[in-house]
Structures are given as structure tokens and as C-alpha cells.
Nanobody, 123 residues
Framework: QVQLVESGGGLVQAGGSLRLSCAAS????????MGWFRQAPGKEREFVAAITWSGGNIDYADSVKGRFTISRDNAKNTVYLQMNSLKPEDTAVYYCAARPYIIVKVAGAYEYWGQGTQVTVSS
């Protein structure tokens, strides 16, 4: 049974930081790209960041470039999202997802999903 479990969400003031984690289990994710998406109330799920297995290819949404950093520890089957300089518009449920090999910014292209973790940024 494949599981992706997110953690690290919470309530933070604007300008603050949070670090999200996504622990994968149930199969090997060797070769899999990992992504973070978010979904705010009444909005579609949107791409945030993604990283390939090797970490050699990383991509970010324009809205988070320079503020968020994605990384992974393959020995721990865990991917991270360091979020700095948070803004109220970053408020959303954040999901991690996995797909084979290459980064894609479309949610439908991802094979496995976590249940999400809530991030709320107060002004």
C-alpha cells in the first residue's frame, strides 16, 4: 500500500516560515519525481514545486520563486518544502505527489498523492 504522508503545516503570521515534509512508504520511489501542489478554497489545485529523483532538476511556480525551496532525502524517502516569507495568499492545503521520472506541472500527471496538510498565513 503506497502512502504519502504530509506534515508540518500550521498557522503562521505573514513573513514567517514553515517546513513541510512528505514521507513516502509502501514501494520504492527510486526514479520518481516528487511535487508539491496546493489548493485554496474555491480554487483549483495548483503546482508549487517539484524535484527529480537525483535533485538535478527543480522547478517552481513563479509565485513562490525565491521564497520556497524544495529538497529531498532519498535515504529517508522524504521530500521537503521550506517556505519562507509567507504571505496570506499562500494559505491553502498543501499536497505532495509522485510521478515517474520527469517534472510535470499538471496535477493530473501525478500517480500518487498524500492527504494534504493545511497551511494558514495570517495578515
Amino acid at each position: 500500500q503506497v502512502q504519502l504522508v504530509e506534515s508540518g503545516g500550521g498557522l503562521v503570521q505573514a513573513g514567517g516560515s514553515l517546513r513541510l515534509s512528505c514521507a513516502a512508504s509502501g514501494r520504492t520511489f527510486r526514479g520518481y519525481a516528487m511535487g508539491w501542489f496546493r489548493q485554496a478554497p474555491g480554487k483549483e489545485r495548483e503546482f508549487v514545486a517539484a524535484i527529480t529523483w537525483s535533485g538535478g532538476n527543480i522547478d517552481y511556480a513563479d509565485s513562490v520563486k525565491g521564497r520556497f525551496t524544495i529538497s529531498r532525502d532519498n535515504a529517508k524517502n522524504t521530500v521537503y518544502l521550506q517556505m519562507n516569507s509567507l504571505k496570506p495568499e499562500d494559505t491553502a492545503v498543501y499536497y505532495c505527489a509522485a510521478r515517474p521520472y520527469i517534472i510535470v506541472k499538471v496535477a493530473g500527471a501525478y500517480e500518487y498523492w498524500g492527504q494534504g496538510t493545511q497551511v494558514t498565513v495570517s495578515s
